[in-house]
C-alpha cells in the first residue's frame, strides 16, 4: 500500500506541465473489455469469484512500465493520485491506494502469462485494429534487433555487420499486426507465408500488399495472392525478366492439359489460376502474378508508400527498449513480445480514439 498523496510533491513535475498527458489516462479512455476476457480465459480466471489484483490492473502497470522505460520502483513512485485511479486501482483509503509489488507483477507477465498470453494479445489487438481500418496497405518486413557483441547465441549478419536478431513483421498502414521473434540470420521470405496465415484470421480488408525484394519468390507470390485474393506487389530486381511459363498461353495449356482434374479453358483467369494453384502449379501461378508487376505501369507508384513501415520501426524503438541486450535466452523472445503488445495497445488507444496520427505520443508522459 501507498500514500500517492505523500509522493505526488516529489514528483510534481507530472502534472505541472499541462501540456502532457498521463499515459495511464490514455488506457482509461479504452474499452479493455476484450483484452480483459482474453486475459481472464488464458489465465483461467473464470471460476474465481474475486482476486487481489485484476489482470487487467497488472497488464495496464505492464504498459505504463514498458511506456515510461524506467525501473518499476521508479514508475511506482511517479505514480499520482490521477494515475492509480485511471488504472482502477483499490483505494484502501483516502489517497492510499494498494499496488502490487514488483514481484507479483513479474510473476503475472514472466510466468501467468507468459509468451503465449502476450501472443493471444497479440492477435487480439490486430483483429481489432483490422475492424477499424479499411482498404489499408499491407507490408511485411524484418527489422534487426540489437544484442550484445558477447551474445554467443546471437549470429553475426554480414549485411549489417554485427550480431543480431530479427523480428518479422506485418503492417497495415502504421499499424504493427503481428511479429515474429527469429534468429539474425534467419531468410526473411520463410517468414512471410506464416506471417500472411495468422493475418488472414484477423480478416483485414487490404488496398495493396508491399514487400521487399528479399521476398521476391514464385512461391510467396503465389501463396499471398491465394491468401488475400490480391496480386502483392514485390520489389524486384533491375534484371527481373518476363517468364514464358507466366503467360497467358501457357496457363491456357497446363489448365488444358488437367482437364481430367476439372480444367476448363473458357473459365475467368482468376479461375484458372485457382485451378491451377490447387493442382500443384503454384510455381507456374507465381510466374504469371509476377508477370503482372512486370508490365504494370504504376507499378513503382503504389509500391513506394511501403517505406512507411520502416518509420514504423523506428518509432517503435524510439519509443520502447526493443532490444535484448543482457537478456537471457530463454526470455528474449519474450520480452520481444510483452514490448511490442506495450507498443500496439497504445497505437490501438489512438487508434480507437480517431487520431489522425496514431504514432504522435508525443503528449504523454
Known amino acids: 500500500m501507498l500514500s500517492v498523496l505523500r509522493k505526488t510533491d516529489n514528483f510534481g513535475i507530472f502534472e505541472s506541465h499541462c501540456d502532457y498527458t498521463p499515459i495511464t489516462a490514455l488506457l482509461a479512455g479504452v474499452d479493455f473489455t476484450q483484452i480483459e476476457m482474453e486475459l481472464n480465459k488464458h489465465l483461467d480466471y473464470s471460476h474465481r469469484r474475486t482476486w487481489r489484483y485484476p489482470p487487467i490492473l497488472l497488464f495496464k502497470l505492464l504498459i505504463v512500465l514498458a511506456f515510461r522505460k524506467q525501473t518499476y520502483r521508479t514508475v511506482v513512485n511517479s505514480l499520482t493520485t490521477e494515475d492509480c485511479i485511471a488504472l482502477e486501482m483499490k483505494e484502501i483509503s483516502s489517497s492510499v491506494f494498494q499496488i502490487p509489488c514488483s514481484s507479483t507483477l513479474h510473476d503475472f507477465a514472466y510466468n501467468r502469462l507468459g509468451l503465449d498470453g502476450f501472443k493471444k494479445i497479440m492477435e487480439l489487438n490486430g483483429s481489432i485494429a483490422c475492424k477499424f481500418i479499411r482498404n489499408g496497405h499491407g507490408m511485411i518486413d524484418s527489422t ?19 550480431k543480431m536478431y530479427k523480428m518479422h513483421i506485418f503492417h497495415m498502414d502504421a499499424f504493427p499486426l503481428y511479429e515474429i521473434f527469429s534468429s539474425g540470420t534467419d531468410s526473411d521470405d520463410k517468414y512471410a507465408l506464416p506471417l500472411a ?17 528479399g521476398y521476391d519468390s514464385y512461391l510467396i507470390h503465389a501463396g499471398l495472392w491465394k491468401i488475400f485474393n490480391i496480386n502483392p506487389l514485390i520489389d ?15 496457363i491456357d495449356h497446363w489448365v488444358n492439359k488437367l482437364w ?4 476448363q479453358i473458357h473459365n475467368s483467369i482468376e479461375n484458372k489460376l485457382i485451378f491451377l494453384y ?8 507465381g510466374m504469371y502474378l509476377r508477370n503482372q508487376n512486370l508490365i504494370k505501369a504504376d507499378f513503382k507508384a503504389e509500391y513506394k508508400s511501403r517505406s512507411d513501415c520502416e518509420r514504423t520501426h523506428s518509432h517503435m524503438k524510439r519509443m520502447f527498449h526493443f532490444t535484448v541486450k543482457w537478456v537471457q535466452q530463454r526470455s528474449k523472445e519474450f520480452y520481444m513480445a510483452f514490448r ?21 505520443f508525443s503528449q504523454y508522459i
Open 197 to 213: 496465415e495468422k493475418i488472414s484470421g484477423m480478416n483485414p480488408e487490404l488496398k495493396s500488399l508491399q514487400l521487399d525484394g
Open 236 to 250: 524486384m530486381g533491375k534484371n527481373a525478366v518476363f517468364h514464358k511459363e507466366g503467360t497467358e498461353n501457357r
Open 144 to 162: 534487426p534487433i540489437e544484442t550484445s557483441r558477447y551474445d554467443r547465441y546471437a549470429k553475426y549478419n554480414p549485411h549489417y555487420e554485427t
Open 278 to 285: 490447387n493442382n500443384g502449379r503454384e510455381k507456374q501461378v
Open 260 to 263: 481430367k482434374k476439372g480444367g
Open 340 to 360: 511490442f503488445v506495450s507498443y500496439q495497445t497504445i497505437l490501438l488507444a489512438r487508434l480507437l480514439k480517431l487520431e489522425p496520427d496514431i504514432q504522435n
